[in-house]
């Protein structure tokens, strides 16, 4: 198995309150990436980063920011947390060269109340 | 837009039987295609990938078949066993390696014993 831990787990949140959300990788991998999984829209990307420092959108990314100081870690901010953020976060990670293949950590579970 | 779309939400099959997960696309450059099986609180992993230059790519009781002119691809599952219950995705991306996949809805798949 792919070393991926995301951290919290599961959170609890307030609206308006700030939450960030920590993927750590230990296969030294170039890609990593952000999903949420909602019912009804599948896995959609909200960021991903090539290389670190080097970060670029998905197709979600609005309220999102990302920041990637190492190889290993990949974290999720969002600013001020609505209702509408509810959802499973997936980290996902993916070797340069290959063949796309993901790699997904067990998810995060954010409920913004 | 879901460019990738997966159109039965579940599928209940007996054991033993096939299984036949199906997924549409709209863009016509997508050239890479890929399957993941995904069980509650855990992440999607990769099930099987084919690329555009094959229209069928196997592994052991998986088959995925690819048919480019009407855009759709499916997953075949033969004989289905209880493990196989779960939900499955398609994605899709423009070429082999190619960083960013475009998932579909997802289809939970329940094998009957």
């Known amino acids: 198995d792919a070393g991926i831990t995301q951290s919290p787990r599961h959170k609890v949140t307030e609206t308006g309150t700030p939450v960030t959300l920590r993927c750590h990788q230990t296969?030294?991998?170039?890609?990593m990436y952000w999903y949420r999984q909602d019912p009804g829209h599948g896995l959609r990307l909200i960021h991903y980063?090539?290389?670190?420092?080097?970060?670029d959108k998905g197709e979600v990314s609005d309220g999102y920011s990302v920041s990637r100081s190492k190889t290993e870690d990949f974290l999720l901010t969002l600013e001020s947390a609505t209702s509408s953020q509810t959802s499973v976060y997936f980290c996902?990670?993916?070797?340069?060269?290959?063949?796309?293949?993901?790699?997904f950590g067990e998810g995060s579970r954010l409920t913004v109340l | 837009d879901q460019q990738v779309k997966q159109n039965s939400p579940s599928l209940s099959v007996q054991e033993g039987r096939i299984s036949i997960l199906n997924c549409d696309y709209t863009?016509?450059?997508?050239?890479?295609f890929l399957w993941y099986k995904k069980y509650p609180a855990e992440g999607p992993t990769f099930l099987i990938s084919?690329?555009?230059?094959?229209d069928k790519n196997e592994d052991g009781r998986f088959t995925v078949f690819l048919n480019k002119s009407a855009k759709h691809l499916s997953l075949h599952i033969v004989p289905s066993q209880p493990g196989d219950s779960a939900v499955y995705f398609c994605?899709?991306?423009?070429?082999?390696?190619?960083?960013?996949?475009?998932f579909g809805q997802g289809t939970r798949l329940t094998i009957n014993p």
């Open positions: 996902a990670i993916s070797a340069s060269g290959g063949t796309g293949e993901l790699f």
């Open positions: 296969e030294n991998h170039r890609y």
């Open positions: 980063s090539y290389g670190v420092k080097d970060t």
């Open positions: 863009n016509s450059m997508f050239d890479y």
């Open positions: 084919i690329s555009s230059i094959k």
């Open positions: 994605a899709a991306s423009l070429w082999e390696g190619a960083q960013k996949l475009v």
